[in-house]
T-cell receptor, first 112, second 115 residues
Framework: GQQLNQSPQSMFIQEGEDVSMNCTSS?????WLWYKQDPGEGPVLLIA?????ELTSNGRLTAQFGITRKDSFLNISASIPSDVGIYFC????????????FGQGTILTVHP | EAGVAQSPRYKIIEKRQSVAFWCNPI?????LYWYQQILGQGPKLLIQ????????DSQLPKDRFSAERLKGVDSTLKIQPAKLEDSAVYLC?????????????FGEGSWLTVV
């Protein structure tokens, strides 16, 4: 099945640094979502984007829906240790009540 | 509000044995999903229900996997017989079922190890 291309695969940063990750696809999505997954838990929705060009913030997180509808990025500002986890992008083509296609994930490690 | 409940959390079985996972979605959510997440990968949709009907099962290995949602609430995912490559986390998720702008909530997952 189709997967989204997410990069980078992993990041090791110092506390306080900003983080940026992105997701690209060869096909168009109508909705882009960003999830975080902690060890032993299911993914938790961070930000949902519904319109091309949309820029949305949730606290220290900012995400954008690419103009072409084939990409999205997530920024985390002033990282803290609890930001550690795996971040997934997901796209929804809007044709089947929320069928999501996920990226491979970005593993974020934050050193205090 | 209670989240998506799944059980068991962990299961270890031998290959060729069978296993069943149970999911109780968030109350009032019409759409229920089963995702398979292999270590190091993103979740992959196995099957999607809208109430008690199947919307999408195109990626479900039907020779060994089956799922049902008989009364449109709880759901069971079964694997019989299990193979080594079935080792994964099986995530159940639910949503209200409104097309477009629909938030999907995930359970904690059922971790399967096939030895």
């Amino acid at each position: 099945g189709q997967q989204l291309n997410q990069s980078p695969q992993s990041m090791f940063i110092q506390e306080g640094e900003d983080v940026s990750m992105n997701c690209t696809s060869s096909s168009i999505f109508n909705t882009w979502l960003w999830y975080k997954q902690d060890p032993g838990e299911g993914p938790v929705l961070l930000i949902a984007l519904y319109k091309a060009g949309e820029l949305t913030s949730n606290g220290r997180l900012t995400a954008q829906f690419g103009i072409t509808r084939k990409d999205s990025f997530l920024n985390i500002s002033a990282s803290i240790p609890s930001d550690v986890g795996i971040y997934f992008c997901a796209g929804d083509k809007g044709t089947s009540y929320g069928k999501l296609t996920f990226g491979q994930g970005t593993i974020l490690t934050v050193h205090p | 509000e209670a989240g998506v409940a799944q059980s068991p959390r962990y299961k270890i079985i031998e290959k060729r044995q069978s296993v069943a996972f149970w999911c109780n979605p968030i109350s009032g959510h019409a759409t229920l999903y089963w995702y398979q997440q292999i270590l190091g990968q993103g979740p992959k949709l196995l099957i999607q229900f809208q109430n008690n009907g199947v919307v999408d099962d195109s990626q479900l290995p039907k020779d060994r996997f089956s799922a049902e949602r008989l009364k449109g609430v709880d759901s069971t995912l079964k694997i019989q017989p299990a193979k080594l490559e079935d080792s994964a986390v099986y995530l159940c998720a639910s949503s209200l079922g409104v097309s477009g702008g629909n938030t999907i909530y995930f359970g904690e997952g059922s971790w399967l190890t096939v030895v």
